[in-house]
């Protein structure tokens, strides 16, 4: 039994991992909208620092 739910439990740690880098990447392209809107002069120096 336990070692058939093993590989279950790395699928679901990877997912778990995935998701949450997923969650990060969208709250940062949040901020970098957001900041682009309201400081349009500074928006291409700030995407290309996160982007390099």
């Known amino acids: 039994m336990n070692e058939q739910l093993q ?3 790395v699928v679901d740690g990877e997912l778990l991992v995935l998701g949450v880098l997923h969650g990060l990447g ?3 392209l949040d901020v970098v909208l957001l900041f682009s809107q309201r400081y349009p ?3 291409p120096f700030f995407s290309w620092h996160f982007l390099t």
Request: no cysteine; net charge negative.
């Open 7 to 9: 590989p279950l439990d």
């Open 26 to 28: 969208v709250l940062l």
């Open 41 to 43: 002069a500074q928006a």
